[in-house]
């Protein structure tokens, strides 16, 4: 008589399961979707049709996929040591960069004529990515935190109560953040607050 034993299903652990929630929500949240994501949604009120999302789109390749695209590069080259850049020093060049590459796509849209809702939000950006940026060079600040914040006021600004449950958005990113220990409090809840640069921004130039 055989006396194999099929081994044990490996135990349920909520601690596992919590992490890869907190990794879920920090890559679907990350500040690149949020950015483009806007872009698209604010593009889209701007004129009610699909030219402003046309136009959005050209605000998101400048603001958020050029950015990741840069990242992406610093991981595979193995300057950096992830796609969200832990390492605090690691991200002044990617921020730099990132900062060009925000400016080019301002004049380009200017330059176009494009919507000025939209406009004013890639200058909004530009303001809160450069924010981001002079904190980062001494303190470890969540950027997480800093473009859901900044993302979640201008939805209210330009839209209105009906997406007040967004304000979500901010308390899960945090809340993943914090799991996965990549930030305390004090810089998650700064980060959010810088948001309100972007936001205030916005509202002066749109």
């Known amino acids: 008589m055989s ?14 399961t ?4 907190a990794k879920l929500i920090t890559d679907v949240l990350a500040p690149a979707n949020l950015v483009i994501a806007l872009l698209l949604l604010v593009g889209w009120h701007s004129t009610n049709n699909f030219t402003g999302v046309a136009w959005g789109l050209v605000g998101a390749l400048f603001c958020g996929i050029i950015p ?3 990242v992406q590069l610093g991981v595979r080259r193995g300057r950096l040591t992830d796609k969200h850049v832990r390492v605090r020093k690691q991200r002044i060049v990617p921020l730099a960069t990132s900062l060009v590459s925000v400016v080019v796509g301002i004049v380009l849209l200017y330059v176009l004529d ?3 809702e939209v ?3 890639v200058v909004a950006m530009l303001v809160g990515l450069a924010s981001t940026l002079a904190v980062t060079v001494w303190w470890q600040i969540s950027a997480h935190n800093a473009v859901a914040g900044g993302t979640v006021m201008i939805l209210l600004l330009v839209f209105g109560q009906a997406v007040l449950p967004a304000i979500l958005i901010v308390l899960a990113v945090g809340w993943s953040r914090r799991v996965l220990k990549a930030h305390t409090l004090a810089q998650l809840c700064c ?3 810088l948001g309100a640069i972007s936001a205030v921004v916005f509202t002066l130039l749109r």
């Not at 919590?18 to 929630?21: G, N, Q, R, S």
């Open 68 to 70: 990741i695209t840069i």
């Open 114 to 116: 494009a919507p000025s």
């Open 18 to 21: 919590k992490v890869k929630a």
């Open 3 to 16: 006396t194999f034993t099929p081994p044990a299903p490996p135990k349920y652990s909520e601690a596992s």
């Open 191 to 193: 980060g959010t607050a």
């Open 119 to 121: 406009s004013a939000l």
